[in-house]
T-cell receptor, first 113, second 110 residues
Framework: DGGITQSPKYLFRKEGQNVTLSCEQNLNHDAMYWYRQDPGQGLRLIYYSQIVNDFQKGDIAEGYSVSREKKESFPLTVTSAQKNPTAFYLC????????????FGPGTRLTVT | KQEVTQIPAALSVPEGENLVLNCSFTDSAIYNLQWFRQDPGKGLTSLLLIQSSQREQTSGRLNASLDKSSGRSTLYIAASQPGDSATYLCAVAYGNKLVFGAGTILRVKS
């Protein structure tokens, strides 16, 4: 099956710890994205990558880091510098040309206490 | 600043009713516009994508229109069903970056 997988579905961490969220796609898409969703709000872009070993900051990149060592994978690290990390995190991917439609994974709910 | 607004924030209708969800955007230089459905605790499912050169798209009971000049899109749902209950999100693409509205929470009562 083609699609985007995110793991784990639920993640619990203590304040002050870094945590890495996984995102993998087998759609052969060039671009990948990380979004954050808070209750009652739309999605906000954290980081995106259009090619391996390159990525750009989105609107709310502070306290987050990413890597893109393989086309299929785009992990997101939530660092201890992120002041309010509890949220629902969504990964997406798309082609870069033609019909640029973004496809989303099932999300990871992170709770930091 | 590129902003997307969705009205209403929540909507409750009886089964069988036709309904319209609204989306407005401040920057009309869009690449495309997508409507998504999100069930509680789940990811987003793409419903319809309208390219900037198109006026509307249809899929089953769903019809989405786009008016770039006025900065508006509508999602029309015909003969609503309880299974349509979800949050509907509008997202406007500027290049390959999406700007999302806050969504409309729809409840269809049986």
């Amino acid at each position: 099956d083609g699609g985007i997988t995110q793991s784990p579905k639920y993640l619990f961490r203590k304040e002050g710890q870094n945590v890495t969220l996984s995102c993998e796609q087998n759609l052969n898409h060039d671009a990948m994205y990380w979004y954050r969703q808070d209750p009652g709000q739309g999605l906000r872009l954290i980081y995106y990558s259009q090619i391996v070993n390159d990525f750009q900051k989105g609107d709310i990149a502070e306290g987050y880091s990413v890597s893109r060592e393989k086309k299929e994978s785009f992990p997101l690290t939530v660092t201890s510098a992120q002041k309010n990390p509890t949220a629902f995190y969504l990964c997406a991917s798309s082609q870069l040309a033609g019909v640029v439609e973004q496809y989303f994974g099932p999300g990871t709910r992170l709770t930091v206490t | 600043k590129q902003e997307v607004t969705q009205i209403p924030a929540a909507l409750s209708v009886p089964e069988g009713e036709n309904l319209v969800l609204n989306c407005s955007f401040t920057d009309s230089a869009i690449y495309n516009l997508q409507w998504f459905r999100q069930d509680p605790g789940k990811g987003l499912t793409s419903l319809l994508l309208i390219q900037s050169s198109q006026r509307e798209q249809t899929s089953g009971r769903l019809n989405a229109s786009l008016d770039k000049s006025s900065g508006r899109s509508t999602l029309y749902i015909a003969a609503s069903q309880p299974g349509d209950s979800a949050t509907y999100l509008c997202a406007v693409a500027y290049g390959n970056k999406l700007v999302f509205g806050a969504g409309t929470i729809l409840r269809v009562k049986s």
